[in-house]
Each structure stands twice: as C-alpha cells, then as structure tokens.
C-alpha cells in the first residue's frame, strides 16, 4: 500500500491506496508523528500518487473548504473488510452530502433492527472514513453518537455542520436527564 499525507482547511489528512482504489483514510486531529505511523501501518509507505489519488486528494481539499463533494466514483480496495461492514458501507454510500441516517435505519435495511450495534461496530471499524461517510450515521434521538476518529463526536460534528445539517434534539422536543 502507498500512502501520502496532505494539508487541508480541517488539518492534515492521510490516506494509503493499493492497485485496486483506496483502501485507508486517516481523519484530521494527530499530531505529524503519529498520523505518520497510523497511515503507514502495516508496512504502508509513501508513494507517488496517480492522477485518481491527486483528483481524491483536490475532493478532499475540496471538502474541507465546504464544498459539497460526491465520493461515490472513487473506487475503493475492501479486501480484509468483514461481509457484514461491506454491506453496511454499501447502504451507507447512497447518503449524500447534507444528508443522514441514524444505525438503526441501516440495521433495518440490512434485515433487523437489533443490528443497530453490529452497524455501530462496522462504523467505529471504517477503514475510510469521509469517503464512506459514517459521519453521517447518527443515533436514533438525532444525537451524534459515537465516532472513532480523533476528536470524537466533535469531529463528526464538525464534519456535518460543512455539510449543513445540525444535529440535536428535534425542534419542540425537549431532553430530560434522567
């Protein structure tokens, strides 16, 4: 796997590919050093990009400045990726920009609902991020939920707002603590 690191408006960004598409995003939020070592894991080193991966790379920038970009052409590399996640990542890539659904949806879609946490599971697991949008998969009370990337719920937060979608408690609905 080849891999390369970049700058964009959210931070730096890195991302590895193989022959068959790209197989690894790392979201903004590591410090230089240890982006480095989590992109070029698995004896994943730097490479020349070609000109798909430079395209990628100008969607990416492109997004991050808040433009609504379709990664759905970008071929993807999904060996070693469990059954189950390729089938909730393929549900997922039908969400576009500013668009989102919640685990549960997904689980329902893949046959039942008590897969709501296999889906949460196969979220945290996305080996690309962004590209396959799990930032767009909230909770069922519109709350962010989880979210694997550094920076946590925030980043996905942030992520969303580009896109134009708040997300909290439906309007005229209240949240109790208890």
Same mark, same amino acid.
């Given at each position: 796997?080849?891999?390369?690191?970049?700058?964009?408006?959210?931070?730096?960004?890195?991302? *590895?590919?193989?022959?068959?598409? #790209?197989?690894? %995003?790392? +979201?903004?939020?590591?410090?230089? !050093? &240890?982006?480095?070592?989590?992109?070029?894991?698995?004896?994943?080193?730097?490479?020349?990009?070609?000109?798909?991966?430079?395209?990628?790379?100008?969607?990416?920038?492109?997004?991050?400045?808040?433009?609504?970009?379709?990664?759905?052409?970008?071929?993807?590399?999904?060996?070693?990726?469990?059954?189950?996640?390729?089938?909730?990542?393929?549900?997922?890539?039908?969400?576009?920009?500013?668009?989102?659904?919640?685990? *549960?949806?997904?689980?329902?879609? #893949?046959?039942? %609902?008590? +897969?709501?946490?296999?889906?949460? !599971? &196969?979220?945290?697991?996305?080996?690309?991020?962004?590209?396959?949008?799990?930032?767009?998969?909230?909770?069922?009370?519109?709350?962010?939920?989880?979210?694997?990337?550094?920076?946590?719920?925030?980043?996905?937060?942030?992520?969303?707002?580009?896109?134009?979608?708040?997300?909290?408690?439906?309007?005229?609905?209240?949240?109790?603590?208890?």
């Amino acid at each position: 796997m080849e891999t390369m690191v970049f700058d964009t408006a959210l931070g730096e960004f890195g991302i *590895g590919w193989t022959d068959a598409g #790209l197989a690894r %995003v790392q +979201l903004p939020g590591l410090d230089r !050093a &240890a982006l480095l070592q989590r992109i070029n894991r698995g004896g994943a080193e730097a490479g020349e990009p070609t000109r798909a991966i430079e395209d990628l790379v100008n969607r990416i920038e492109d997004y991050a400045e808040g433009e609504a970009v379709d990664f759905s052409v970008v071929p993807l590399d999904l060996s070693g990726v469990p059954d189950f996640n390729r089938r909730a990542y393929d549900l997922l890539l039908r969400i576009g920009w500013g668009e989102t659904t919640t685990y *549960g949806a997904l689980a329902r879609e #893949l046959g039942d %609902v008590a +897969l709501s946490r296999a889906v949460g !599971a &196969a979220m945290g697991a996305n080996p690309i991020p962004l590209v396959i949008p799990c930032h767009r998969v909230l909770a069922s009370d519109g709350r962010p939920g989880g979210f694997s990337a550094p920076g946590g719920a925030e980043s996905k937060l942030r992520m969303l707002e580009l896109e134009g979608v708040s997300v909290g408690t439906p309007a005229g609905q209240m949240t109790f603590g208890f």
